[in-house]
């Protein structure tokens, strides 16, 4: 990943919206968590977006921090906190309101420190799944 400071401001280049960004807690771990999707758990990079913009029914504009995609279809919901920001209820809150606009199987929330998955059972999961895991459970 690369960085630099710009106007005394730290930036990231994120590789998904092909620019330089303001190098916040979330940003990191949101950077650092999408790396190791693609690098370590096989997820491919054109199928990730970042910022999703989307409105709620209630007309209000928000953004994802992350969806990925399996055929144009949002297959998993990500959502980022800094590193000092528990994962709590108010997160899964926040995932799940979200996920009245995408309706998507898989919730996964991540401080850096801690990742969890969530499936469509509710069923919490330590960590990341592997990208072919998702599609897997997909078609049972």
């Known amino acids: 990943m690369r960085t630099r400071v710009n106007n005394n401001k730290e930036q990231i280049f994120c590789e998904w919206r092909k620019r330089w960004v303001r190098l916040t807690p979330e940003e990191w771990v ?3 968590l999408l790396h190791r999707l693609v ?4 997820y491919p990079a054109s199928l990730i977006a970042v910022e999703v913009p989307f409105t709620m029914t209630n007309g209000k504009s ?12 949002p297959l ?10 528990p994962l709590t ?4 809150d926040q995932a799940i309101t979200y996920n009245r606009t995408f309706h ?3 919730l996964l929330l991540s401080n850096g420190v ?21 599609l897997r459970c997909e078609q049972r």
Do not use: H, S, W
């Not at 998993?76 to 920001?85: F, G, H, P, R, Y």
């Open 114 to 134: 801690q990742t969890i998955t969530i499936d469509g059972n509710n069923t919490n999961t330590p960590g990341c799944p592997r990208y072919t895991d998702l």
């Open 104 to 106: 998507v199987p898989y």
């Open 62 to 73: 928000f953004r994802a921090d992350a969806v990925v995609y399996r055929q144009m279809q």
């Open 30 to 32: 949101r950077q650092q």
């Open 89 to 92: 209820q108010k997160t899964l």
């Open 39 to 42: 690098e370590e758990y096989g």
């Open 76 to 85: 998993m919901l990500i959502e980022c906190k800094a590193e000092t920001v």
